[in-house]
């Protein structure tokens, strides 16, 4: 098929920045709150890029064969009542932390349109004093991980990624190989963010906290969990949570710059993922509870 994918970016913080500078070859359309120009750096690189883009009323999802998900999960509900209306046709990537996307956006979407992966890479906003303008940049360049879903669009968006030279970066596994893959990021996700959010720390200096002993009832409740629905994970958890810390050292996690910043966390699709499904097994997680609640507080400290 000789075509160009009609791509659509929701979001335009800082993966939705990255994304739209790697895929200008399609010309991308960024939706949300926020037009404009913006800077992305990378190494030494700065690149000055202006998307087009649409809100979230004006877009609709008839404009796309490809949908990029690239909000924090407070946006979620603006990111479903969009996808009332999309096609059988149209593919969903979400490449978003935590889980629970399949629970939200099935239905709308059938299971063979949303591709829930993971990726590595992390960028980080700032403000460009410099030449003025609202900036992200790449901290770590990593590797994306995409179900391989028989949706009739994937072997034309696999043709793009070779085109685009991002065929070594963008990887596709099976559905079953991924969703072990989640988990681990998941329970690396609920032990390092709400910890470093809640002691100001960096991912390096969070295993010399008191709180890191908070990490072991953390790994214990959700691999009960994570067991109980047939996942099997690596027996050398612990041992990769502590080398995430060291290898991404200097690293603010998400959530603290979130809780720094005065806005919503993911919380409630990390940690309150294991709970949900936790007591859907009759089990207990009350670490997690405990630290949703902490960090709710914090979230929200003149309630
Ligand atoms: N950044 C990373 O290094 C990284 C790495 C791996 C995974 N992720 C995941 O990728 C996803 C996106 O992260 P990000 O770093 O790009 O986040 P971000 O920079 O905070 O951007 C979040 C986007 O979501 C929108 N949004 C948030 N709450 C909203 C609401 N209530 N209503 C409407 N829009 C809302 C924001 O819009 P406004 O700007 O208008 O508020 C912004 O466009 C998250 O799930 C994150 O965990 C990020």
Redesign the pocket.
Known sequence: MDMMIRLGI?????????YAKLFAGLNPVMV???DGSYALSQGREKTIVTPRFLT?TQAHPSMFDLVL???????M??VQAFLQEASPNLLVI?????MGQEETLIPPLSSDQLMVG????????YYDEEIGLPA?RV??VGSAVLPLLPHPLVPFFQQQLHELGLSESWKFLSSDALYQERWVKLIQ?SIINPLTALTHSTNGDLPQTHLWTLSRPLLQEAREVSQALGVALPPNLASRVLQLCQKTSANKS?ML??IEHH??T?ID?INGYIVRQAHELKLKAPTHEALIQLIHAMENPDS
């Open positions: 929701l979001g335009t913080g800082a993966m939705a920045r990255y949300g709150r926020q979230w998900l690239a909000v924090k999960w407070p946006a509900p603006l979400s490449l978003m932390n935590g993971i990726t590595t890479t992390a960028v980080t906003l992200a901290t770590a996700n998400s710059q979130d806005r919503m993911e699709a």
